[in-house]
């Protein structure tokens, strides 16, 4: 007989309790994302150094990311999402506060690659996670829904970001650099108290893993091996990695964008981009019933679809109110699409292998934002935001075509899932019609 207490994607039944906990822990998390992802091009600016440094700051970020995606998800699949989240959470607080206190630009890089190493250990924590402690009558909402609150989270942390540094000016009389920095400091605490919430969470890593036999044991020595994925989930994720450089390109510099094309202060643009991630939130709540009932699939297809018009739009509107417009609209479509991502790989690999397709998926983000942030610096240092809006819209159309016709292509070939706890879907998730297809992807896959 089964223990009750274990769920995972084939139980029959879930309660929303550590889903919950789960959310709150991750919102916690977010605090310091937020804070940096607002407030570190300011302080980057305040210290008087160019955009090439914003630029491959953010690289390194995302380089770090790259550097622990390996090693969580080995960690996840062998020692459990507890460990590694919690290890995650230290090292990205850790990095994200160091940053914050430095002022050379090696020691900004080093501190980014630390803060994006812990970063890219929480996403591909967090996957793996929200699939042990839910079943697939409410996985999308699940998925969705903890975006959703991430990014409504974020309208607060947004907002708190851009009025604690003006605070802390007028109120103690202090420089605008030393404001910055207790605002980076303040939301670095959060991120690591994410951590600390997530550990005590019920439910978690409750599947025992299955035994390892014969010449299963001597494959599963290499961390190469436990990283293996199926051919055509490795061609998906690579343009995944092309549609994502769109946004890498551009994202880091929406808040030079308001402050520079639209004269706005720093203040104003933090409670516009609060609204902005309230409204965004409210959508995404209604995107993971949309997906339950349309398909996860076409619900995607549409919102990456929407992204290369958005960009193109922002790049000729001269007016702050159908900037504001646009920029809602480019603003929706990652979280909106990531969680729907995030479903479809999970749900193509067995419990044991969630890990692995996380760490790939992940990579997918980070090398985007790795290629995506520097080429970004450098040119809006050389050219302006015309000229990078348009590139990236190119960059997203191409990318989003792509992967519309790999996935299509992927479902009409019959690749059936194996972790929905669906009738003929794999059963456990390790059984034989699964494993003949694991084989290491590409390198660069």
Do not use: C, K
């Not at 599947?207 to 436990?226: F, H, N």
């Not at 991630?277 to 019933?289: D, I, K, N, P, Y």
């Not at 240092?381 to 989003?400: D, I, K, W």
């Amino acid at each position: 007989m089964s223990d009750p207490r274990v769920r995972g994607p084939n139980s029959s039944s879930t309660g929303w309790g550590p889903v919950g906990g789960l959310f709150a822990a991750n919102v916690l998390f977010g605090a310091g994302l937020y804070a940096h992802a607002f407030l570190y091009n300011f302080y980057l600016d305040a210290l008087g150094l160019p955009e090439g440094v914003m630029g491959l700051a953010a690289s390194f970020l995302t380089a770090g990311g790259l550097a622990a995606l390996v090693p969580t998800g080995v960690l996840v699949d062998r020692r459990g999402t507890r460990v590694a989240y919690g290890a995650s959470a230290l090292l990205g607080a850790a990095g994200l506060a160091a940053g914050a206190l430095v002022r050379e630009p090696l020691a900004i890089y080093l501190a980014a690659f630390a803060g994006g190493a812990g970063t890219a250990g929480w996403r591909v924590s967090m996957g793996p996670a929200v699939m042990q402690l839910t079943d697939p009558s409410i996985r999308s909402r699940a998925f969705s829904w903890n975006v959703a609150l991430l990014v409504g989270s974020g309208a607060f942390w947004v907002g708190a970001a851009g009025q604690v540094p003006v605070w802390i000016q007028e109120g103690l009389g202090v420089s605008r650099l030393t404001g910055l920095r207790v605002g980076l400091v303040a939301g670095a605490v959060g991120t690591a108290l994410a951590g600390a919430v997530f550990v005590l969470l019920p439910g978690l890593d409750g599947r025992r893993r299955r035994p390892v036999r014969g010449t299963e044991r001597t494959a599963s020595r290499g961390i190469l091996d436990g990283l293996r994925i199926p051919v055509h989930l490795g061609l998906v994720v690579a343009l995944v990695a092309l549609w994502m450089t769109a946004g890498g390109l551009v994202i880091p510099f929406f808040n030079l964008y308001f402050l520079r094309v639209h004269a706005l202060p720093v203040d104003q643009i933090g409670w516009l981009f609060a609204g902005v991630q309230v409204v965004t939130a409210l959508v995404l709540f209604g995107s993971g019933s949309i997906a339950d009932r349309a398909g996860t699939r076409p619900t995607l297809f549409v919102w990456i679809l929407l992204f290369a018009p958005a960009l193109w739009g922002l790049a000729l509107v001269g007016t702050l109110a159908l900037a504001t417009v646009l920029y809602l609209i480019q603003n929706l479509v990652p979280p909106a699409t990531n969680p729907l991502i995030d479903q479809i790989l999970l749900e193509e690999v067995p419990q044991e292998r969630q890990g692995a397709i996380s760490s790939w998926r992940n990579g997918a983000t980070e090398i985007s934002g790795l290629v995506g942030s520097a080429a970004g610096g450098f040119v809006l240092e050389a050219t302006g935001f015309a000229v990078l809006l348009g590139s990236a819209g190119a960059v997203g159309l191409v990318g989003a075509v792509a992967l519309v016709l790999a996935l299509r292509r992927s479902r009409s070939e019959g690749v059936a899932p194996v972790a929905r706890g669906e009738s003929g879907a794999g059963g456990t998730g390790g059984g034989p019609s699964v494993e003949p297809a694991l084989r290491r992807s590409e390198e660069g896959s």
